[in-house]
């Protein structure tokens, strides 16, 4: 496999075997809203506050992703979250391990659990 790092809203090469990404910054949740959703329930690691925690994925765009999370994350809260993505889903011979740097845009009660929408700032993309 051919090793690659990208940007969002721009690419380069650098042989490094992984990609990633900065994001621009977006201004509030309507920026955000654009990108098409794709409904995957992933698990998900989350840091955020110095605590960590587990969560699961309701959707997955370019710009984000919706968590259901038991943890309070009021907006504007910084989150670091690992999604591991599964061959089948991506359409790859191997799983993909997606680390993530981003910030709490939304979140809202759903029953039991929260519901947390969080911009994507940063990527970094590995091919297992």
């Known amino acids: ?18 990609a990633t990404g ?7 949740y309507a920026d955000v809203q654009g990108a098409p959703r794709f409904p995957l329930e992933l698990p998900v690691s989350l840091r955020s506050g110095g605590q960590e925690s587990q969560a699961t994925t309701t959707n997955i ?5 919706l968590f259901q999370v038991d943890a309070e994350m009021p907006v ?4 670091e979250f690992t999604i591991s993505v599964p061959a089948d889903v991506v359409g790859s011979d191997n799983d ?5 740097r981003g910030r709490v845009v939304r979140n809202y009660e759903n029953g039991e659990r ?7 700032d940063e990527y970094h993309l590995e091919r297992r």
């Open 1 to 18: 496999m051919k090793p690659e790092s990208k940007r969002k809203g721009g690419s380069e090469s650098s042989g490094t075997g992984a």
């Open 22 to 28: 900065v994001a621009r910054a977006k201004s509030s």
């Open 61 to 65: 765009s370019a710009n984000g992703v």
């Open 76 to 79: 504007g809260s910084r989150v």
């Open 96 to 100: 993909v391990r997606l680390d993530c």
């Open 114 to 120: 929260r519901g947390v929408g969080v911009v994507i």
